[in-house]
């Protein structure tokens, strides 16, 4: 199995840019495909980010394409999201998921999931 801790989160002004982390325990780390999703409050939770276990596919929601970039780091089994020209409604609790199998914007299929770090864009 796989622990999953996030940080990076804070309060930013809009256009500003912010690199959340998430450090995962294990040897297994860069067998996962991992993948980024945040939830606002009253909000469901909704899909970010995904990337594969090699770091050779990325998948991004069309609302942050363009803007956010995931990448991996599998020698510090770590991964990252680079947030670029924050909006407020990118205001939310930042959570990093890990899948045995395949990278997905579809949140039931992942197996492991960190606390989540807030991130906060004011205007």
């Known amino acids: 199995q796989v622990q999953l801790v996030e940080s990076g989160g804070g309060l930013v002004q809009a256009g500003d840019s912010l690199r959340l982390s998430c450090a995962a325990s294990?040897?297994?780390?860069?067998?996962?495909?991992m993948g980024w999703f945040r939830q606002a409050p009253g909000k469901e939770r909704e899909f970010v980010a995904a990337?594969?276990?090699?770091?050779?596919?990325?998948l991004y929601a069309d609302s942050v394409k363009g803007r956010f970039v995931i990448s991996r780091d599998n020698a510090k089994n770590t991964v990252y999201l680079l947030l670029n020209r924050l909006k407020p409604e990118d205001t939310a609790v930042y959570y990093c998921?890990?899948?045995?199998?395949?990278?997905?914007?579809?949140?039931?299929?992942?197996?492991?999931w960190g606390q989540g770090t807030q991130v906060t864009v004011s205007s």
């Open positions: 998921a890990a899948d045995e199998d395949t990278y997905s914007d579809y949140a039931p299929i992942y197996d492991y």
């Open positions: 990337i594969s276990w090699s770091g050779g596919k990325t």
């Open positions: 294990g040897r297994t780390f860069s067998s996962y495909a």
